[in-house]
């Protein structure tokens, strides 16, 4: 019998069929095994109600609740306990990172979906829709109307955020040139407002509603007449996790079918009205078939 012919190209054949012979097709969801394991760590935003807070001591809000009933469901679909859920706490500027880390294991709070933050996590199907607005005083003289009247103003944002980058556009396209003013959360954003240190607060409007509604001067403060961005929140999830990003779907989508959404909802917003068309038909839209 002649020898097998052990040409190079036969040799590199060779090797790259052991290699994927090797190889697992995905590596292992390290989330899901955390799971498994009883434990698993969250991130969210302490200063964002209603989505996520702080309140004594504990993570609370309608994006936490979202987390913790997917966490539920997916460790029942596993035949598992409920895991302990650890939150961590992170803030605009480092919740990709925490996640893409692998820090936490996903953010549960405002984190607005974009193709430039998918390039470095993944996101879940939407659990929100809101746009940008801006809070302005009624005491001011006179009160802006829209973003041309903000020119020469002082407006205050969260840094590193989506709210901050459409703002700037939002601005140039209305020929507005307006100062912007980091502030590290809306509670900060609000009490400058107030303080006429600066002229605007811009976030996004069911925050900015949650906010004015706290506050005790409720009443001097008002929006302009138009949002100026669209954004639609996600659970951040990294990006080589794709099974645990499948499962926390499907416990989403089991929540918007089931209906238990409408409660959720009413938990954290109830004082601030029933979900708008846009939202209705976001929650209808990610009904997605088995």
């Not at 994006?63 to 650890?86: D, F, N, Q, W």
């Not at 703002?167 to 502030?183: E, G, I, P, S, Y």
């Not at 509603?209 to 302009?224: G, H, I, M, P, V």
């Not at 999830?237 to 499907?250: G, I, K, Q, S, T």
């Amino acid at each position: 019998m002649r020898p097998f012919p052990r040409t190079p190209l036969v040799l590199a054949s060779i090797v790259l069929c052991i290699a994927f012979a090797s190889t697992p097709a995905f590596a292992a969801s390290a989330a899901l095994a955390h799971i498994d394991g009883g434990a698993i760590r969250l991130g969210f935003r302490e200063g964002t109600p209603p989505f996520s807070f702080k309140e004594r001591d504990k993570a609370r809000g309608y994006s936490v609740e979202l987390c913790e009933r997917s966490v539920a469901a997916i460790a029942r679909a596993r035949h598992v306990a409920t895991p302990k859920i650890e939150w961590v706490a992170v803030d605009a500027a480092t919740r990709i990172d925490a996640v893409a880390s692998g820090r936490v294991d996903a953010v549960c709070g405002t984190t607005t979906i974009t193709l430039s933050r998918r390039e470095r996590v993944d996101f879940s199907v939407p659990i929100y829709v809101d746009g940008g607005s801006l809070m302005v005083r009624t005491d001011a003289a006179p009160v802006p109307a829209t973003l041309a009247d903000l020119d020469g103003k002082r407006i205050a944002v969260i840094g590193a955020t989506t709210t901050e980058a459409a703002l700037t556009r939002a601005l140039a396209l209305a020929k507005a040139q307006a100062t912007l003013v980091h502030v590290k959360d809306g509670a900060e954003g609000v009490a400058a407002l107030l303080a006429k240190r600066v002229d605007g607060y811009a976030g996004d409007r069911i925050v900015l509603t949650e906010l004015r509604q706290r506050s005790d001067a409720a009443k001097s403060l008002t929006f302009l007449a138009q949002d100026f961005s669209y954004e639609p929140y996600g659970i951040v999830v990294r990006r080589d996790d794709p099974d645990f990003r499948l499962a926390l779907d499907r416990a989403l989508v089991g929540i918007y079918k089931s209906g238990e959404i409408d409660g959720i909802f009413a938990t954290w917003f109830g004082d601030l009205g029933r979900p708008g068309p846009l939202l209705n038909a976001m929650f209808y839209l990610n009904m997605l078939p088995e």
